[in-house]
């Protein structure tokens, strides 16, 4: 099974900061990379797919990036809704996996 | 608009049963990849299981592969999640998902729990 790493897996940032998440795959994954935020008793929801792509409705301040084994997922300036936990998610293999998530604090 | 709507759920012993059930609505189901995806309390989300437009393409994860079965119903627009021999491990909240291009899962249900305690 492909493994996801994510790093950091927490960080706190301020309003208007630029913020980064990294997620790495244990193998080549080409492009077939997902990123999902998650909030407090809600269900995920898709930002990004196919590494690069944003999902309908997305602010433009979120981005992503990468192919084979490493990705980013960048929010160009941070607002106080962006408060969550987001997790990669691979869709290369039979058999989908999630990373650890990291969880996005606002100072 | 799409909605998905989980039921089913509730606590159940170990080694018990129980069949999740997923109400989809505002597309046309047999047009989709469809997946079942849990989350236990504090932790990231974990695939489980996938099933093709058709019903011919069937995966599952390795920690649940010969307990659970997941079934589609493309006239009654409903998926379908049997459990069996139930564990501990098993207690999670579990999401009904729409899988589409590339393998996004697009939508998501609001959940339902499973708790399997004695």
């Known amino acids: 099974d492909i493994q996801m790493t994510q790093s950091p897996s927490s960080l706190s940032a301020s309003v208007g900061d630029r913020v980064t998440i990294t997620c790495r795959a244990s193998?080549?994954?080409?492009?077939?990379l997902n990123w999902y935020y998650q909030k407090p008793g809600k269900a995920p929801k898709l930002l990004i797919y196919?590494?690069?792509n944003l999902q309908s409705g997305v602010p433009s301040r979120f981005s992503g990036s990468g192919s084979g084994t490493d990705f980013t997922l960048t929010v160009s300036s941070l607002q106080p809704e962006d408060s969550a936990t987001y997790y990669c998610q691979q869709s290369y293999g039979a058999l989908f996996t999630f990373g650890p998530g990291t969880k996005v604090n606002i100072k | 608009e799409v909605q998905l709507v989980e039921s089913g759920g509730g606590l159940v012993q170990p080694g018990g049963s129980l069949r999740l059930s997923c109400a989809a609505s505002?597309?046309?189901?047999?047009?989709?990849?469809m997946h079942w995806v849990r989350q236990a309390p504090g932790k990231g989300p974990v695939w489980v299981s996938g099933v093709n437009h058709d019903g011919t393409d069937i995966r599952y994860a390795d920690s649940v592969k010969g307990r659970v079965t997941i079934s589609r119903d493309n006239t009654k627009n409903t998926l379908y999640l049997q459990m069996d021999s139930l564990r501990a491990e098993d207690t999670a909240v579990y999401y009904c998902t729409r899988g589409s291009v590339s393998g996004r899962l697009d939508y998501w249900g609001q959940g339902t729990l499973v708790t399997v305690s004695s």
């Open positions: 193998q080549s994954i080409a492009h077939f």
């Open positions: 505002g597309f046309t189901l047999g047009d989709y990849w």
């Open positions: 196919a590494a690069s």
